[in-house]
């Protein structure tokens, strides 16, 4: 359960910043909106599991093998 939030609250912060970089810089561009969705997004993806990943790591009490 901790792990979930963690990894929702990491990609959901990185889609919040691509909306405003999009907000800012791109306004009604197709190709900015598709550009910021595919960096923030990845990137996003990629944190929310990296943080899921610790935070699992983290309440299961995991040791360094």
Do not use: I, K, P
Not at 9 to 36: E, I, K, N, P, T
Not at 45 to 53: K, M, N, Q, S, V
């Amino acid at each position: 359960m901790v792990a979930g939030a963690a990894g929702v609250l990491a990609c959901a912060a990185l889609f919040f910043l691509g909306a405003l970089v999009y907000q800012r810089l791109g306004g009604d561009s197709l190709l900015a909106l598709l550009g910021v969705g595919l960096v923030f997004g990845g990137s996003g993806l990629y944190a929310g599991w990296l943080a899921g990943t610790m935070a699992f790591s983290a309440v299961r009490g995991d040791e360094a093998a």
